[in-house]
């Protein structure tokens, strides 16, 4: 554990406020400076503890900082990390926690600007609360976070941000940017289209026999609209592929309930069961 | 509230050992008796404090019930419905918690033997949980129950039924079966039908990448498959009809991402959003 004398979080959101609550909980930062485009968010975090300081200025914010995390939409983080590479100290690493990973570690791969550096950093916890009201420093605890890097990603620059995360309680895992998009858009970016499509086919008059399993089963698509835009355009190939794997699942078993062929669909129905269950008690967030 | 001398629940799994729970801790009933197949699941309900006798002998059980309650798989209710009215007192009163009634309704209309009546129920309440140990006795507590009378149905009957699920917590709503089957179709069947497809692809070498949002959306996946078969197959033609109108709303939302729409997309995010705030907030079940 090695504490930094200043972070700068932008965007104090969900995920960049249980980081900051984290740091700060943990005696991981002296100062965290949240970055944020209004002031209400930036209010809120520092009255809940997550932020020493506030700004809606990302120059000023990034001044000092030695660790800067961007928790911004996807669509954003590229100049955001161009913008803070002009302006933080010398050799200040830069991380972030976009939900795809390509375009971005592809972009800003190499030096930036003042002998700045970015790694791309996924976080794989979250849910469908927005804003920093939901924020939790335990957030990350047991959770994945995919880190990125590429052959010009030093070493060194490497392990202080995997540190970084595993002080924050999560479990590193390292895979390529194309790798991480493709396993994403199945294991992420499906859940929530699928949970966007099925909220959609609710007629207003069901909505009072809405029951656990359709609450549970359509959560996602509750969260942000502008976010998720951002995600599906940037992972656009591999959440199209994705999307069609699914289909070709939801085929097979309209094709079995046609034809009313109740072996074929007993078979699914347990295969997708002991899928489920083993994805469940294996995965890295209960 | 009146109270019975003795209830028979067949089936004391999730819901019917929830039943036997909330009669017994509300004062409803003296007698609980549980009926069901295997010892071992009887043992756990009567450990519990779900039932006050059990047997693996329906003729048995039903022998002095004022009121039965099947909760067992839809496509047993009939019959088991049939054999009850041959072995239990005159003029029983026999409901189930199936969830799907038009077959079973169409089945039982009108007096069975010795006078006795049955009214279809479906409890809008559950999860993914098999089994009596996830049982409790505020399960039904401001859930949902509907009820379906036929023109037949004597009005005391309705009544007192009604009375039963009332005094476990539950809003009772009457409908037709017809309407019942057509709108769980799509508020409770499709999205069945959709997490088991979801869950079926995910392949091993990403499970370890599955967060919140993929756990959450799955999880009906791992509920029974021998009761969901039986449900797909009662309800065919409504749960593929619901399954068609989900498809429509996922291909309106694969044409905005192939062709990376962001108006089109963030319109599509904005509306499901909406609608499912709007019916998360309604439903019954929070």
Redesign the interface.
Known sequence: MKSFDTVAIVGVGLIGGSIGLALRERGLAKNVVGIGRTQATLRTARRLGAVTQTTVDLPKGVKEAELVVLCTPVGRIVEQVRQIARHAPEGTLITDAGSTKLSIVEALDGPLDRGCRFLGSHP????ETVGPTGATADLFVG??V?MTPTPSTQAQDFDRIEQFWSDLGAVV?QMTAEQHDR??G???H???????????????E??????????????????G??I??DI??EN?EN??A??E??????T???AA??R?D?AA??E??????A??????S?????
């Open positions: 794989m916890a979250g849910g959770k994945v995919v895992v396993a994403v199945l294991t992420s499906l859940p929530h289209a699928v949970a966007v499509a099925l909220a959609a086919s609710v007629p207003e069901y909505f009072r026999l809405v029951g656990t399993g359709m609450r549970g089963t359509s959560r996602l698509a509750s969260g609209p502008e998720w835009t599906f355009l656009q959440v199209l994705a999307m794997q699914f289909g070709v699942q939801l097979r078993l309209v309930i046609r009313k109740g669909l007993l699914i129905l347990t295969e997708a069961k899928r489920r269950d083993a994805f469940a294996r995965s890295s967030d209960r």
